[in-house]
């Protein structure tokens, strides 16, 4: 069975950072890109990064360029997000997601809350 | 990159059939056939429906349909049940290779 498993969520101050892992299980990590995928309380869904299966290919939001970096461990099957520079605006439920085709996200986590605020 | 426009809401009651529209430009949904669709529940990861316009992922009911006509990108749903009830969202691949997801629509079965 596919699981997506996020940790590292939890309350943090503006300009603060936070590191979220998402431990993978059930497949050959290692043969699928993976994303991050965040929804502010109420809100819709934003796309903030996706990485390749080898790390070749990474992307990002315009609204984290600069600030997130993604990256993974195919030894460990986990995917992380280093977050830095937080804004109260990051403050959302992010979810880690397998990439099935091509942007397509057919295995999502249960999601970790960060909040953003003094 | 702008989000995709769906509508805020709809409705519609049990057995019926209806279209949810996903507006996007020809950098996003015009010049790629990787359109998708999610539904989400409260409280609940999204759910994969939809994927490269018009396919849908094993298990998905065959109820559920997707289309795409120029900028535009459609999910159809028929014969409406009550635990379609959920938000949908479409989202595309777009030029700058990144996603873009739409701002979400809320079904509300009657």
Redesign the interface.
Same mark, same amino acid.
């Given at each position: 069975e596919v699981q997506l498993v996020e940790s590292g969520g939890g309350l943090v101050k503006p300009g603060g950072s936070l590191r979220l892992s998402c431990a993978a299980s059930g497949f050959t990590f290692s043969s699928y890109s993976m994303?991050w995928?965040r929804q502010a309380p109420g809100k819709?869904?934003?796309?903030v990064s996706?990485i390749s299966s080898d790390s070749n290919y990474i992307?990002?939001?315009?609204s984290v360029k600069g600030r997130f970096t993604i990256s993974r461990d195919n030894a460990k099957n986990s995917l992380f997000l280093q977050m830095n520079s937080l804004r109260a605006e990051d403050t959302a439920v992010y979810?880690c997601a397998r990439e099935?085709?091509?942007? $397509?996200? $057919?295995y999502?986590?249960?999601?970790t809350l960060v909040t953003v605020s003094s | 990159q702008s989000a995709l426009t769906q509508p805020a809401s709809v409705s519609g009651s049990p057995g019926q059939s209806f279209t949810i529209s996903c507006t996007g430009t020809s950098s996003d949904i015009g010049g790629y056939n990787y359109v998708s669709w999610y539904q989400q529940h409260p409280g609940k990861a999204p759910k994969l429906i939809i994927y490269e316009v018009t396919n849908r992922p094993s298990g998905v009911p065959h109820r559920f349909f997707g289309s795409k006509s120029g900028n535009t990108a459609s999910l159809t749903i028929s014969g409406l049940q009550a635990e379609d009830e959920a938000d949908y969202y479409c989202a595309s691949f777009t030029s700058s290779n990144i996603l873009v997801f739409g701002g979400g629509t809320k079904l509300t079965v009657l």
């Open positions: 994303n995928v819709g869904l934003e796309w996706s992307y990002y939001a315009n979810f099935a085709y091509n942007y $397509d996200f $057919d999502w986590g249960q999601g | -």
